[in-house]
Every structure is written in structure tokens, then in C-alpha cells.
């Protein structure tokens, strides 16, 4: 008897089951919140384009103008440094071996030119000229001249060996913070360009934004135009840039945002804004969204205005 109405209400059960599920299953859920937060532009009407965080006055790639073995590194990441400060040195053993034969030459032509101004005057002290012959004196005039053109000669070679030691210590030709050391003691420096340089050294007192503006939007950007720059970790928070100049000459494009519809073969023109460090919390070389109020682009207003009379 039992066994007469278990499958009917079993399949009761599994009716009723389905139809609940069904019925959660089509309750209205929530619209799920954007995971994306878009930048509040303080612009009715703008541009926009990527911006390089860098020095005000540019990443300064640091060479040498002699290659060779890298002996010494003086400064680390994050150090300050002066015009004149020691940045790294090439090995310098070969020269100094140069320059101890030719300060030896100094001093024998020095101790020539003596010799020689010596027996000059003895000659030109004899009480009786006549026992002197005059072609006697013309030569040991002649022996000083000489003598002195062999000191100076000896001395410009010394003091050129010792110049080409100080070339082989490069130091920092404008203030600045070490951003970036690609060199270590040991490993071989080359000269020209390279892919990545020696040392980056940037003035981080205050920054420069170089935003890229397509092509075709070039002709909105005036000059002294407003600007604000969101930093990614913070989109609702603009900071106001300050107008410096417009490069105008239009590059290829290099600095890439990585959005799957960008353009990878335009062109871009370049627009430099500054900024003060304590206002911007980004590091030099760091991307952010700059967006620059420009004049409404007409031919969005008369698409729009199409859009609108399509019934």
C-alpha cells in the first residue's frame, strides 16, 4: 500500500521542487554595481589623452664618452646629487701607468731647462766678451729656448694624461635625483647609444606631465589651455596641471595605454603640462589620465543632431 502512492508523491515532490527554482531563479536581481570607476572631469567639453610622469627638466640619460670596465658606482637609487658630484668611474689603471713616465719627463726636461739657462748665464758672465764667441752665445740661447719647448712639451702630455684619468670619473652635470642605475662594478660600459642608459638622473623638486593628444583632436588643444590629471588609484580626485608649452612637432605614438581599441599607428601631439610633487602622489615614469578642456568637436554635435531626428 505503501509502496502504491511513494512514486506518485516522489514525483509531486520533484514537481514542486522545479517550479521554486524556477521561480528564484526569475526574481529580479539587483543591477550589479560598475567595476570601473569613470574620472569626474571637471570639463563640459575636453580631450583627453595619456600622460608620462617626468622630470621638469627631462629624464637625463647619463653616458660616458669613454668605455671600459666599471670600478666604482658612488650613488644608489633615490640619491640627491650636485653639478659636479661623482656619479660612477672607469677602470683608470692603464692611464695611470701612462702618467708616471710622463711626470719623469717632466722633471728631466725641467732639470735640462736648468742645465741650459745655466750655462747660458756663465757665458754671459764672462768679464772678457771675446772669449766668448758670439755664435757660442746664439747656441746656448738656442739650447734654452729648446730646453723650455721640451719642459712645456713633457708638462702638456702629464697634465693631458691626467685630464683623460678625470674624464674616466663621470659626474652629474645638472642637480638632481638618481632614478635609475643600469650600470654595476665590473660590468663593461659602453659608449653611443644604448637601449637602456648608465644611470637616469631627474630634477624631482617639481614635475612635467607630457600628455599625447591624437592627431586628429590636435586642433582642439589651445594653447594654455586647463588640464586635470586623475591617477588610476584615484579617479575622483582631479588635480589642476599647469599650462607649459605645446611641442609642435607631431611624433609617432609611444606611450600605450593598453585598451584593446587603441590605435597603435597614429600620431600624436605633445602637450607639457607641470605639476608640483606634493600635489601629485605618482612617481617619474608613471602613466595617468590627463583630460584638457577644448571647444565642442562640430562634428559630434551634428551627429548627435542626426541621431536625434531618426524616428
Same mark, same amino acid.
Given at each position: 500500500m505503501i509502496r502504491k502512492y511513494l512514486l506518485p508523491f516522489l514525483a509531486l515532490m520533484g514537481v514542486v521542487i522545479i517550479i521554486i527554482a524556477i521561480i528564484i531563479d526569475n526574481r529580479p536581481k539587483?543591477?550589479?554595481?560598475?567595476?570601473i570607476q569613470w574620472p569626474q572631469v571637471p570639463f563640459s567639453s575636453y580631450v583627453s589623452g595619456a600622460g608620462i610622469v617626468e622630470a621638469s627638466g627631462g629624464n637625463i640619460a647619463i653616458g660616458t664618452s669613454v668605455q671600459g670596465i666599471v670600478t666604482a658606482v658612488y650613488v644608489k637609487w633615490g640619491d640627491h646629487v650636485k653639478v659636479g658630484d661623482r656619479l660612477f668611474k672607469i677602470d683608470d689603471r692603464e692611464l695611470k701607468a701612462? +702618467?708616471?713616465?710622463?711626470?719623469?719627463?717632466?722633471?728631466?726636461?725641467?732639470? +735640462?731647462?736648468?742645465?741650459?739657462e745655466d750655462q747660458l748665464r756663465l757665458a754671459e758672465s764672462v768679464p772678457d766678451q771675446r772669449a766668448v764667441s758670439r755664435e757660442e752665445i746664439s747656441n746656448r740661447i738656442a739650447a734654452v729656448a729648446v730646453s723650455k719647448a721640451a719642459w712645456s712639451s713633457a708638462k702638456a702630455r702629464a697634465?693631458?694624461?691626467?685630464?683623460? *684619468?678625470?674624464?674616466?670619473?663621470? +659626474?652629474?652635470? $645638472?642637480?638632481g635625483k638618481i632614478l635609475q642605475i643600469n650600470i654595476r662594478p665590473g660590468? /663593461?660600459?659602453?659608449?653611443?647609444?644604448?637601449?637602456?642608459?648608465?644611470?637616469?638622473?631627474?630634477?624631482?623638486?617639481?614635475?612635467? *606631465? +607630457?600628455?599625447? *593628444?591624437?592627431? /586628429?583632436?590636435?586642433?582642439?588643444?589651445?594653447?594654455?589651455?586647463?588640464?586635470? $590629471? /586623475?591617477?588610476?588609484?584615484?579617479?575622483?580626485?582631479?588635480?589642476?596641471?599647469k599650462f607649459e608649452r605645446i611641442e609642435p612637432y607631431v611624433v609617432p605614438k609611444t606611450?600605450?595605454?593598453g585598451s584593446p581599441t587603441e590605435r597603435v599607428d597614429s600620431r600624436v601631439l605633445q602637450v607639457i603640462y607641470s605639476v608640483e610633487t606634493r600635489a601629485l602622489p605618482v612617481y617619474i615614469g608613471q602613466q595617468i589620465d590627463v583630460y584638457i578642456q577644448a571647444p565642442a568637436d562640430p562634428s559630434l554635435n551634428k551627429s548627435r543632431q542626426q541621431r536625434g531626428r531618426a524616428p
Open positions: 539587483p543591477p550589479a554595481g560598475s567595476p701612462q +702618467r708616471l713616465p710622463a711626470i719623469a719627463s717632466v722633471k728631466e726636461a725641467s732639470a +735640462r731647462m736648468v742645465q741650459a697634465e693631458q694624461i691626467s685630464l683623460a *684619468i678625470e674624464r674616466l670619473t663621470v +659626474r652629474a652635470i $645638472a642637480a660590468e /663593461f660600459a659602453q659608449t653611443g647609444l644604448q637601449a637602456k642608459p648608465l644611470l637616469v638622473l631627474g630634477n624631482d623638486q617639481q614635475l612635467y *606631465i +607630457r600628455v599625447d *593628444i591624437d592627431e /586628429f583632436d590636435a586642433s582642439r588643444v589651445a594653447p594654455g589651455a586647463s588640464a586635470a $590629471a /586623475f591617477v588610476r588609484s584615484a579617479p575622483r580626485q582631479p588635480v589642476l596641471l606611450a600605450l595605454t
